[in-house]
């Protein structure tokens, strides 16, 4: 069975970090572009970060450059992202995101909830 869960959000405080992990199971993350993407309350889904394929490459959001990093362990078939000087605006609920031969396949989320 091919999915994504996701896991590591939760409650942390302006300039914070937190970890979030993607684990794939049914099929191998080395071979596919994996992204990470994120919704707020009230606002569509957006694009967070995605890393490619073997070789790979990343790519960010602006609002998020410098600030998070997305990798993969192909041995643990994980992606994270790795979250640093959070603000309230980087809210939402993350999900991981790829393509694959049965179609997209999205995660169910974990929340991150930035606040004082």
């Known amino acids: 069975q091919v999915q994504l869960v996701e896991s590591g959000g939760g409650p942390v405080q302006p300039g914070g970090s937190l970890r979030l992990s993607c684990a794939a199971s049914g099929f191998a993350v080395s071979g596919y572009s994996m992204s990470w993407y994120r919704q707020s309350p009230g606002k569509q889904r957006e694009f967070v970060a995605t890393?490619?394929?073997?070789?790979?490459?990343t790519n960010y959001a602006e609002s998020v450059?410098?600030?998070f990093a997305i990798s993969r362990d192909n041995a643990r078939n994980r992606v994270f992202l790795q979250m640093n000087s959070l603000k309230p605006d980087d809210t939402a609920v993350y999900y991981c995101?790829?393509?694959?031969?049965?179609?997209?396949?999205?995660?169910?989320?974990t929340q991150v909830t930035v606040s004082s």
């Open 51 to 57: 890393i490619t394929g073997t070789p790979f490459t």
């Open 97 to 109: 995101h790829t393509s694959i031969w049965s179609g997209s396949l999205w995660g169910q989320g």
């Open 65 to 67: 450059k410098g600030r």
